[in-house]
T-cell receptor, first 115, second 114 residues
């Protein structure tokens, strides 16, 4: 079965420190990979995506993600965390199969950045 | 710049009541989706519509029906609400084209079924 795993329910990091939120996937082929962020009482917002090309993808608010094909991972990173980065982060995958429109989401990782 | 608009934002139902969640997008997107979000389970796809005139079941379609009224609107109906349908519901849309692909989400509907 196709799946996306976010192994950490919560990640705590001190403001100014680098952060990593982990994501691995089990989806055949070379799927499209995404990160979304959800602030309290809001819908999800797009952060970044990997379609093809450079394994390091840059996105909104200083976030970036590293694609590793051999490990089927797509970890979200930021060099210096801000308190305002505290939110719920979702990894998502969309298979490249023609006619497939279904996204598979991970269960989410809550990021807390401590002042 | 409205994006994806969902109504209502909050709703409380009694078991057995029916209701329709409305969703509209103004981005001329082909594909629209309904998700539910439950603690510890992430987002689960209920139904989606790849293009106007088509709808398909997602992961958890039981107890729900959908209508793609036109290209802009995609509604979700609960015919006989059950406590297990207490959740936060999100509508989303996307252009459906690979290089331009990403989901745009509405702000959600918090539904409680008593």
């Amino acid at each position: 079965a196709q799946s996306v795993a976010q192994p950490e329910d919560q990640v705590n990091v001190a403001e100014g420190n680098p952060l990593t939120v982990k994501c691995t996937y089990s989806v055949s082929g070379n799927p499209y990979l995404f990160w979304y962020v959800q602030y309290p009482n809001r819908g999800l917002q797009f952060l970044l995506k990997y379609i093809t090309g450079d394994n390091l993808v840059k996105g909104s608010y200083g976030f970036e993600a590293e694609f590793n094909k051999s490990q089927t991972s797509f970890h979200l990173k930021k060099p210096s965390a801000l308190v305002s980065d505290s939110a719920l982060y979702f990894c998502a995958v969309r298979p490249r199969t023609s006619g497939t429109y279904k996204y598979i989401f991970g269960t989410g990782t809550r990021l807390k950045v401590l002042a | 710049n409205a994006g994806v608009t969902q109504t209502p934002k909050f709703q409380v139902l009694k078991t057995g009541q029916s209701m329709t969640l409305q969703c509209a997008q103004d981005m001329n997107h082909n594909s629209m989706y309904w998700y539910r979000q439950d603690p510890g389970m992430g987002l689960r796809l209920i139904y989606y519509s790849a293009s106007e005139g088509t709808t398909d079941k997602g992961e958890v379609p039981n107890g729900y029906n959908v209508s793609r009224l036109n290209k802009r609107e995609f509604s979700l109906r609960l015919e006989s609400a059950a406590p297990s349908q207490t959740s936060v519901y999100f509508c989303a849309s996307s252009a459906g084209e690979a290089w331009n692909e990403k989901l745009f989400f509405g702000s959600g509907t918090q539904l409680s079924v008593l």
